[in-house]
């Protein structure tokens, strides 16, 4: 199992309730591949540093997760085809 460090921008264009359920979706992406949740933090609305898709803004999010590539994998695969999301990174922590 290798942690990794997760963070997602949502769209700042959808109703609150909307971008909570996206941010869950994505929980339950990582928690139905076998990720353990370690930390998760929901960042608010911030500023982007250049325009993504016309918005320059966007709701942050950071997880940080213990995971095997599996889950890993398959929240890149996910997180690449929800329209919701404006970016994800995905970094690999060095214990």
Same mark, same amino acid.
């Given at each position: 199992? *290798?942690?990794?460090?997760?963070?997602?921008?949502?769209?700042?264009?959808?109703?609150?309730?909307?971008?909570?359920?996206?941010?869950?979706?994505?929980?339950?992406?990582?928690?139905?591949?076998?990720?353990?949740?370690?930390?998760?933090?929901?960042?608010?609305?911030?500023?982007?540093?250049?325009?993504?898709?016309?918005?320059?803004?966007?709701?942050?999010?950071?997880?940080?997760?213990?995971?095997? *590539?599996?889950?890993?994998?398959?929240? *890149?695969?996910?997180?690449?085809? *929800?329209?919701?999301?404006?970016?994800?990174?995905?970094?690999?922590?060095?214990?």
């Amino acid at each position: 199992m *290798n942690k990794y460090e997760i963070m997602f921008i949502v769209r700042p264009d959808m109703e609150e309730a909307e971008i909570r359920k996206t941010a869950e979706t994505m929980k339950k992406v990582l928690t139905d591949s076998k990720a353990k949740i370690l930390e998760e933090k929901a960042m608010g609305q911030k500023e982007l540093a250049y325009e993504i898709n016309k918005f320059n803004t966007g709701y942050y999010y950071l997880f940080v997760v213990e995971a095997g *590539n599996e889950a890993e994998q398959e929240f *890149n695969r996910v997180a690449r085809i *929800n329209e919701s999301l404006l970016r994800h990174l995905i970094i690999r922590v060095e214990d």
